[in-house]
C-alpha cells in the first residue's frame, strides 16, 4: 500500500503535466507512464468521452 507521502508525490507529478498549456496526447501518455510505475503494472489506457462512445485515446506498455 502506498504511503500518502507517494500518493502526493504521483498527485504532484500528473497536476504538473495538466498544468501545462497544450496538454496533448503526449502528455497523457506522461501521465499514464507515471501511473504505472507507481501502481506496478505493465500497461495502461485512457478512455475519454466522445458523445455516447468513449473511444480509446492514449495508452502505454502495450505491445502492438
Avoid: C
Amino acid at each position: 500500500m502506498p504511503s500518502p507521502s507517494e500518493r502526493h508525490e504521483l498527485l504532484l507529478a500528473v497536476l504538473k503535466i495538466l498544468n501545462r498549456s497544450g496538454i496533448e496526447q503526449r502528455g497523457i501518455k506522461k501521465i499514464l507512464n507515471i501511473i504505472r510505475i507507481y501502481a506496478g503494472i505493465d500497461a495502461a489506457a485512457i478512455r475519454l468521452k466522445s458523445g455516447d462512445d468513449f473511444p480509446h485515446y492514449a495508452s502505454e506498455g502495450f505491445t502492438s
